[in-house]
């Protein structure tokens, strides 16, 4: 497989890139020339070789960049890691996902031995290797979600199933697109999606929490949301809002290429066996401008979703400022030719 | 067909009570069947010459051991086939399948005690929540009411395990659930569990609310078969077919039966999956799931298709 780790940072200096493997191997947003608010679940199969949906975690070359940028905010807030302590079995099944998923499609980076509920992980990239007992919290040096989250791209939310609702119990939430685990642990599913514009009139949100609290073991599903975000800065959270607010004002015609970047999410949702909740993962990925445009069909449907973006939907996701500076720039890129649907390069 | 199917194997049929057998389901071709929770159920699907048989069972074996999973069915009175067919018909070694187990009556993690109320074959819940609370070390109490010590299953094995958690009350000797005194007193953070028959849900239920419960300390499941009716028509809007239900096929089973898939999870009109918009009916809706608001219901555009009919001779969905 050869992924090689690249050492990069998401903060200060930003030398976060993407090389041209990781660029094909994002998960471009728009299947069309134009973006239209939806729920847009899918069954979360494993897809493409060489793109995001290969397997159903995916690790790619940024892993020990994210993994040291999560320890750094951690360590200034530890808030981002929070469980309330009926969530223990939702965390052990956590430990259980990720883990078996990693070592059974990475083996050359992770491995995973069985026996009974005697569990040996050996983590090569981060020099990682415990034996523990599996459901016997005092044998991990941390609990089991924060464990084994240290170690996994994405972020992650344990979300406990009861009367009729799905509650946001747990979680660790280091590289958000601006929003707070600490504002909303505990709420349920229909208080936290609040704050989208124009859902709730469609009833889209009945209809996807509906959906949820029938997911069903090894049926994961997944769909895409996506942002924009100025610099490669993974921890975007109204917290910190006073450190990366400034970067919006900082786009100019000249450097939209390096500093604007499309942030995608893949989000996906697996029914967990033993606890009945449900894991909400949310990895991120992120492509400059300059790089996006090495992809002919990205770059002509960038600019034209970008173009046609309704002004109420730019605005809830703070790219306003910058929105006309972005387009101008790809302009250059968009000869006008039709695109093919789909996501995936030509 | 929106449950995964597992192929399995009839390992051991037992006959545990009157009218109660205990069946033992091993997977084919795969070493383990998938972990679940206590409370939850499964939907086994047996054919039965032309037609296939698809019944909920709760899942009473324990959640840490899934090399195999045990069912326990009580024999229905009138039953059109399910139930008669398990008792009369099945045989160890059958092959069958089930589906991925679904928990529509998990037990609330933040309770500090629980509090389980069964009545008959509704303790079969109960098994598999009773091992996951002892296995998670939370107090717990079952209080368990039966026609008799015949018909009764599993009630002497229940007090050997949990000893002084459990207690037994046989109707024939004038023994009732002390609902009163149970729900009087408990500290905070206790929940109660009722499965049984539909009256004595309705029974606890109405009792927690006199005595003050939050409605969401209180949890129940009910064991609901699709009660006959009438024939009558349905119209696919969509499709434009037209399909005709039985008085004692459900329009769910009427719609599977003429090749058609329909989303279903419990078949037993509380999850909510199989709600169909109605485009329009020539007769009476009789509502008889636990899912849609009476508000929902009066207004006559949503149908539960697994288990509410219609009294008339055509009903048009959104199908
Ligand atoms: C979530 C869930 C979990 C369950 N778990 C269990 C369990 O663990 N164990 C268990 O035993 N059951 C359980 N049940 C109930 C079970 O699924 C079946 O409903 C039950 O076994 C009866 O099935 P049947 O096909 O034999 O009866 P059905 O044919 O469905 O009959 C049910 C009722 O329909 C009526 N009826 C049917 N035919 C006629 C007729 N010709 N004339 C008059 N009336 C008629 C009767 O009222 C009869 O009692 C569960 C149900 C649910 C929803
Ligand atoms: S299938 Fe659950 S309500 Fe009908």
Redesign the pocket.
């Known amino acids: 497989m050869g992924l090689m780790f690249k050492d990069e940072t998401y903060r200060g200096d930003f030398t976060f890139a993407n090389s041209p493997a990781a660029i094909r191997h994002f998960p471009f947003p728009f299947h069309e020339d134009k973006y239209m608010y939806a729920v847009n679940i899918e069954p979360h199969v494993p897809g493409r070789k060489g793109t995001a949906y290969e397997f159903p975690i995916d690790i790619d070359e940024h892993y020990l960049a994210d993994m040291r940028d999560r320890a750094i905010t951690l360590a200034e807030d530890p808030l981002r890691c929070q469980s309330l302590p009926h969530m223990l079995a939702a965390e052990w099944d956590l430990v259980e996902l990720l883990m078996t998923s990693m070592a059974r499609d990475y083996p050359e980076h992770f491995s995973l031995t069985r026996d009974g509920d005697q569990w040996h992980w050996i983590n090569r990239p981060m020099k990682i290797e415990d034996k523990f007992t599996f459901g016997n919290v005092a044998t991990l040096p941390l609990r089991p979600m924060e464990y084994i989250t240290r170690q996994c791209q994405g972020d992650f939310c344990l979300l406990d199933q009861r009367d009729g609702d799905l509650w946001m119990d747990a979680g660790i939430v280091t590289s958000q697109a601006d929003w707070s685990l600490d504002f909303d642990i505990g709420m349920s599913f229909k208080e936290w999606h609040a704050p989208v514009p124009m859902a709730h009139e469609i009833g889209i949100f009945d209809r996807a929490l509906k959906f949820l609290l029938a997911m069903q073991i090894g049926h994961p599903v997944r769909r895409l949301n996506w942002t924009m975000t100025i610099n490669p800065r993974l921890d975007t959270a109204p917290e910190t809002y006073p450190k990366w607010g400034i970067d919006r004002t900082t786009v100019t015609p000249e450097n939209v290429g390096d500093k604007v970047h499309l942030r995608v999410e893949l989000q996906a949702l697996w029914r967990l066996p033993r606890s009945n909740a449900i894991v909400f993962s949310i990895r991120g990925y992120l492509l400059k401008m300059r790089e996006l445009v090495t992809i002919p069909k990205w770059s002509r449907r960038m600019h034209r979703v970008l173009k046609t973006l309704p002004p109420e939907i730019a605005a809830y996701k703070g790219l306003s400022r910058y929105q006309q500076t972005t387009i101008d720039w790809l302009s250059k890129y968009d000869d006008g030719q039709p695109t093919s649907l789909g996501f995936f390069p030509d | 067909m929106t449950t995964n199917q597992i192929r399995v194997r009839v390992a051991e049929v037992e006959t545990v009570a009157a009218q109660?057998r205990r069946l033992k389901l091993v997977p084919i071709g795969m070493s383990g069947l998938p972990d679940f929770s206590g409370g939850a159920?499964t939907i086994l699907s047996i054919p039965d010459g032309e037609r296939t048989?698809r019944?909920?069972?709760?899942?009473?074996s324990s959640p840490y051991d899934t090399s195999s999973y045990e069912?326990?069915?009580?024999?229905?009175?009138?039953?059109?086939?399910?139930?008669?067919?398990?008792h009369d018909k099945i045989r160890e070694g059958l092959p069958i399948t089930i589906s991925a187990p679904v928990n529509?009556?998990p037990v609330d993690r933040r309770a500090r005690r629980h509090i389980l109320i069964a009545g008959g074959?509704?303790i079969?819940?109960f098994m598999s929540i009773m091992r996951q609370l002892e296995h998670d070390d939370v107090p717990f109490e079952l209080h368990y009411g039966m026609r008799s010590q015949e018909r009764g299953a599993y009630w002497r094995q229940l007090r050997e395990t949990y000893g002084h958690r459990v207690h037994i009350y046989f109707e024939d000797q004038g023994q009732t659930i002390p609902l009163k005194t149970l729900l009087d007193g408990q500290p905070l953070g206790t929940h109660v569990y009722v499965c049984g028959p539909s009256t004595m849900i309705d029974w606890v239920l109405n009792g927690a609310r006199d005595a003050g419960w939050p409605a969401e300390n209180v949890h129940y499941?009910?064991?609901?078969?699709?009660?006959?009716g009438t024939s009558f028509t349905v119209e696919l809007a969509r499709s434009g077919k037209t399909v005709p239900v039985g008085?004692?096929q459900s329009m769910l089973e009427a719609l599977e039966a003429a090749g058609i898939d329909a989303p279903y999870l419990?078949?037993?009109?509380?999850c909510g999956q199989c709600e169909t918009r109605i485009v329009s009916c020539a007769g009476a809706i009789q509502h008889n799931d636990h899912y849609l608001s009476d508000a929902e219901k009066a207004a006559g555009d949503k149908i539960m298709i697994c288990v509410s009919r219609v009294d008339g001779s055509t009903v048009t969905l959104d199908l």
């Open positions: 109660i159920h048989l019944n909920p069972y709760s899942l009473m069912v326990s069915v009580l024999k229905a009175a009138e039953s059109r086939g399910g139930s008669a067919f398990i529509l009556f074959i509704g079969t819940p499941e009910r064991f609901s078969a699709p009660p006959p008085p004692h419990c078949r037993g009109g509380a």
